[in-house]
Protein backbone atom coordinates (compact mmCIF):
# COMPACT_ATOMS: atom_id res chain seq x y z
CA UNK A 1 0.00 0.00 0.00
CA UNK A 2 1.24 3.43 -1.08
CA UNK A 3 1.91 5.49 2.59
CA UNK A 4 2.64 9.21 2.62
CA UNK A 5 3.63 10.26 5.90
CA UNK A 6 4.30 13.50 7.02
CA UNK A 7 7.01 15.07 9.75
CA UNK A 8 8.99 18.30 10.97
CA UNK A 9 5.72 20.14 12.43
CA UNK A 10 5.61 21.97 15.41
CA UNK A 11 5.45 25.44 17.07
CA UNK A 12 7.52 28.28 16.36
CA UNK A 13 7.91 31.79 17.04
CA UNK A 14 6.90 34.95 14.34
CA UNK A 15 9.69 35.02 12.36
CA UNK A 16 10.92 31.82 12.59
CA UNK A 17 11.54 28.89 10.44
CA UNK A 18 10.45 25.18 9.93
CA UNK A 19 10.73 22.88 7.37
CA UNK A 20 8.53 19.72 6.81
CA UNK A 21 9.07 16.69 5.06
CA UNK A 22 7.12 14.10 3.51
CA UNK A 23 8.01 10.48 2.40
CA UNK A 24 6.35 8.41 0.21
CA UNK A 25 6.27 4.88 0.41
CA UNK A 26 5.30 1.79 -1.36
CA UNK A 27 3.99 0.86 -4.74
CA UNK A 28 2.92 4.01 -6.75
CA UNK A 29 3.04 4.96 -10.65
CA UNK A 30 5.00 7.38 -12.01
CA UNK A 31 4.77 9.99 -12.84
CA UNK A 32 3.29 11.93 -9.52
CA UNK A 33 3.49 15.02 -8.26
CA UNK A 34 3.59 16.17 -4.83
CA UNK A 35 2.07 18.86 -2.97
CA UNK A 36 1.63 20.69 0.30
CA UNK A 37 -1.86 21.93 1.53
CA UNK A 38 -2.98 23.67 4.84
CA UNK A 39 -6.16 23.25 6.91
CA UNK A 40 -6.76 26.24 9.86
CA UNK A 41 -9.27 25.57 12.41
CA UNK A 42 -12.91 26.20 10.90
CA UNK A 43 -11.43 26.91 7.20
CA UNK A 44 -11.37 25.28 4.39
CA UNK A 45 -8.33 22.56 3.14
CA UNK A 46 -6.27 25.14 1.09
CA UNK A 47 -3.39 24.99 -1.34
CA UNK A 48 0.15 26.07 0.03
CA UNK A 49 2.34 24.85 -2.87
CA UNK A 50 2.85 22.45 -5.42
CA UNK A 51 5.71 20.55 -7.50
CA UNK A 52 5.78 18.11 -10.23
CA UNK A 53 7.78 15.66 -11.24
CA UNK A 54 9.46 17.22 -13.66
CA UNK A 55 10.45 20.16 -11.07
CA UNK A 56 7.64 22.75 -11.97
CA UNK A 57 6.84 24.61 -8.73
CA UNK A 58 3.06 26.48 -7.90
CA UNK A 59 2.50 28.74 -4.58
CA UNK A 60 -0.83 30.11 -3.01
CA UNK A 61 -0.38 34.15 -3.07
CA UNK A 62 0.37 34.69 0.88
CA UNK A 63 3.44 32.27 0.94
CA UNK A 64 5.39 33.33 -1.85
CA UNK A 65 8.97 34.47 -1.37
CA UNK A 66 8.50 32.53 1.71
CA UNK A 67 8.19 29.28 1.62
CA UNK A 68 10.19 26.65 -0.97
CA UNK A 69 8.65 23.27 -1.92
CA UNK A 70 11.46 21.28 -3.20
CA UNK A 71 11.80 17.01 -3.82
CA UNK A 72 14.13 14.16 -3.40
CA UNK A 73 13.04 11.31 -6.13
CA UNK A 74 15.70 9.27 -5.18
CA UNK A 75 14.27 9.32 -1.56
CA UNK A 76 10.58 10.03 -2.75
CA UNK A 77 10.81 13.02 -0.42
CA UNK A 78 9.15 16.42 -0.28
CA UNK A 79 10.07 19.12 1.20
CA UNK A 80 8.51 22.62 2.59
CA UNK A 81 11.01 25.15 3.76
CA UNK A 82 8.62 27.94 6.09
CA UNK A 83 10.50 31.06 6.43
CA UNK A 84 9.48 34.43 7.79
CA UNK A 85 6.12 32.57 9.51
CA UNK A 86 3.00 34.25 10.36
CA UNK A 87 0.25 33.31 12.82
CA UNK A 88 -1.62 32.81 9.84
CA UNK A 89 0.30 30.42 9.02
CA UNK A 90 -0.98 27.72 11.76
CA UNK A 91 -2.73 25.09 10.72
CA UNK A 92 -2.48 21.13 10.00
CA UNK A 93 -0.39 20.52 6.97
CA UNK A 94 -0.78 17.84 4.66
CA UNK A 95 0.86 15.96 2.02
CA UNK A 96 -0.59 15.25 -1.38
CA UNK A 97 1.04 13.18 -3.44
CA UNK A 98 -1.16 12.73 -6.94
CA UNK A 99 -0.58 10.20 -9.99
CA UNK A 100 -2.61 10.84 -12.89
CA UNK A 101 -5.21 8.80 -11.88
CA UNK A 102 -5.13 8.41 -8.43
CA UNK A 103 -4.04 10.89 -4.92
CA UNK A 104 -2.80 9.50 -1.61
CA UNK A 105 -3.01 11.88 1.69
CA UNK A 106 -0.96 11.66 4.90
CA UNK A 107 -2.21 12.65 8.15
CA UNK A 108 -0.71 15.92 8.46
CA UNK A 109 1.71 17.98 10.59
CA UNK A 110 0.64 20.76 13.43
CA UNK A 111 2.18 23.58 13.00
CA UNK A 112 1.59 26.86 15.47
CA UNK A 113 2.33 30.09 15.25
CA UNK A 114 1.38 32.21 17.72
CA UNK A 115 0.17 35.97 17.80
Known amino acids: QVQVVESGGGLVQPGGSLRLSCVVT????????MGWYRQAPGKQRGLVAT???????NYTESVKGRFTISRDSAKSTAYLQMNSLKPDDTGVYYC?????????WGQGTQVTVPS
Open 96 to 104: LVATAGQGY
Open 51 to 57: ITSLGTT
Open 26 to 33: GTISSPYG
